[in-house]
């Protein structure tokens, strides 16, 4: 079974940043970030692959970047220019080489003034 530990959420005005973190137990293949805001369905953000390419849903491009450390196991997300409507809790999403994925606990990020 792979642990997934994720955190970096908080509360931050609009304009600011934050970069949250994901690290596993096990070799990733493929990271996910997903966000999940009140009331509505989860939504994939950000993508990257084991060498590292990336995806960004349009609401975010230019603004959030996903990185990762293969030697750690871990996978980040810089959010930067945050919008109130970027409030969500976000999940990290970890895929092995057999294509079984794994869910990060949640953290909130709440952009409010």
């Known amino acids: 079974q792979v642990q997934l530990v994720e955190s970096g959420g908080g509360l931050v005005q609009p304009g600011g940043s934050l970069r949250l973190s994901c690290t596993a137990s096990?070799?990733?293949?493929?990271w996910g970030w997903f966000r999940q805001a009140l009331g509505k369905q989860r939504e994939l953000v950000a993508q990257?692959?084991?060498?590292?390419?990336?995806y960004y849903i349009d609401s975010v491009k230019g603004r959030f970047a996903a990185s990762r450390d293969n030697a750690k196991n871990t996978v980040y997300l810089q959010m930067n220019s945050l919008k109130p409507e970027d409030t969500a809790v976000y999940y990290c999403?970890?895929?092995?080489?057999?294509?079984?994925?794994?869910w990060g606990q949640g953290t909130q990020v709440t952009v409010s003034s």
């Open positions: 990257i692959t084991r060498g590292g390419s990336t």
């Open positions: 999403q970890a895929i092995l080489h057999d294509a079984s994925f794994y």
């Open positions: 096990v070799s990733i293949n493929t």
